[in-house]
């Protein structure tokens, strides 16, 4: 099997197989982000802020197509996957509109003769080693902030998302990033620690695995390179009480499904207090059950998607039935496909034993894991017993008692009677294994900034 390629999920048929990159393309790749960037580096921000902003106008303008070429490669809904490029656009846009101010220099007081400013500097070229479940927002997050600030970009995509890293490159050149400065590169695994070594690559960013992170994680520190990475979760979600839980494990369910369940962010542990779990539960089954294989380009009503790939959906399965061989019980769903078709119908998991392998795994699709609880201070300490910490939430009827046991959740983003607050003004990223450094926001354009002292004697 080619390894860059596009494969349509639902049915297993490679569609489009890309050549990967020689070592002498990769050598070129560097070489020209490496120019470009001396001379992106010198128009001012005004002036690059045009130029992403009109990446943004052009990600609406080919809304439809963009869509469309997504939902083929990694099996999302179209109308998720409209939801992305709306997403991706707003990213873009909000670097272009807001992005000069967050990198604005100014002045510190000095105790020494002489006036001491703060600058923002761009680094140089920057590395990012993004994944197949959001294709485009996983790349606006990284690529529109870094060349607002000049910095260029290196971007070695998913194998299976080879159309749209493509797409992505032609848009921003469309959008006047000179050739160079955006650059796709079909890499192996050796050639990404090449240029992470390379001495003119200054930063790698990844979103990946845990495992991906560490060896990311090693390389860039050898090289003393700066790197940003998010590892993913199993963010808890605390219900304490409710007055509709029906209204609630609805919410619960169709942000565990988004997407296939395929999200870093997304609420893999219900953890829920035992006078309302028998109904919330009962609830989730209800959501559960009858559902059938659809096509992802025109999903009907009581349909799903399948998941990214045949093996993505063979992984899950195996560590649902890992997962009842431990003790847990499946209510519903959880029905994997005849091959080469990569569906598996959305579950209810329950009782998983918390002193099991299982307990500790992240399920990367749309498995509702729920847990009972008797006290806040119980449902506090199960959340908080993990080895991730990207984000939670906790919901209460009483705003106060939710907030009381959100702000002592171990996570990078915490929220109170909501899942997950996104918006391309709201940093993201987490703590422990789940990784370190934050996209977007005000915070995203500082991680690869040089906040340099500029200092004039008196």
Not at 236 to 244: A, F, K, Y
């Amino acid at each position: 099997m080619a390894k860059y390629r596009v494969q349509n999920p639902a049915t297993g048929e490679i569609v489009e197989t890309f050549d990967s990159a020689t070592d002498a393309d990769i050598e070129a790749a560097v070489a020209n982000a490496d120019a470009v960037y001396r001379e992106w580096r010198e128009k001012s921000v005004q002036e690059r802020a045009v130029v992403v902003k009109r990446a943004a106008e052009i990600f609406e303008e080919r809304k439809d197509e963009l869509a469309k070429i997504i939902a083929t490669e990694m099996g999302k809904s179209y109308a998720e996957s409209v939801d992305e490029v709306e997403f991706a656009r707003d990213i873009i846009e909000y670097y272009a509109v807001h992005g000069p101010s967050l990198i604005t220099d100014y002045e510190i007081p000095s105790t020494i003769p002489g006036k001491a400013y703060v600058e923002h500097r761009p680094i140089g070229v920057l590395l990012g080693v993004m994944p197949w479940n959001f294709p485009y927002y996983q790349v606006a997050r990284f690529a529109a902030p870094n060349l607002l600030l000049g910095n260029t970009i290196l971007l070695k995509h998913a194998d299976i998302c080879a159309r749209s890293s493509l797409t992505m490159q032609e848009i921003f050149e469309q959008a006047g990033v000179p050739v160079g400065g955006y650059q796709n590169v079909f890499a192996s695994h050796d050639q990404i620690a090449s240029m992470i070594a390379d001495p003119r690559v200054q930063g790698v960013s990844l979103t990946g695995s845990e495992r991906a992170g560490a060896i990311i994680g090693a390389q860039a520190g050898q090289h003393l390179k700066k790197c940003v990475l998010e590892l993913g979760g199993i963010d808890p979600m605390v219900v304490l009480d409710s007055d509709d839980v029906a209204a609630t494990a609805a919410e619960a369910w169709n942000f565990r499904v988004y997407n296939g369940g395929q999200v870093c962010n997304s609420n893999k542990r219900l953890i829920v207090m035992d006078d309302i779990y028998d109904e919330f539960v009962a609830e989730l089954a209800k959501l559960a059950e009858g559902l059938v294989p659809g096509d992802q380009l025109n999903l009907a009503e009581g349909e799903f998607a399948p998941l990214s790939t045949r093996a993505a959906a063979e992984t899950v399965n195996a560590q649902v039935q890992k997962a009842i061989a431990e003790g847990a019980t499946l209510v519903a769903g959880g029905v994997l496909s005849e091959g080469p078709a990569a569906y598996y119908s959305p579950a209810v998991l329950t009782g998983v034993p918390r002193d099991s392998e299982s307990y500790r795994e992240e399920i990367f699709g749309p498995v509702a894991t729920v847990y009972r609880v008797s006290s806040d201070e119980e449902a506090l300490e199960l959340a908080n017993d993990c080895d991730l910490g990207l984000g939670g939430s906790v919901f209460s009827t009483d705003e106060a008692r939710a907030a009381r046991v959100a702000s002592q959740l171990e996570v990078g983003m915490s929220h109170v009677n909501t899942i997950a607050a996104e918006a391309a003004e709201i940093p993201f990223g987490g703590v422990k294994r789940s990784g370190f450094g934050r996209e977007m926001g005000p915070l995203g354009i500082g991680e690869f900034a040089n906040k340099r002292l500029f200092f004039v004697a008196a």
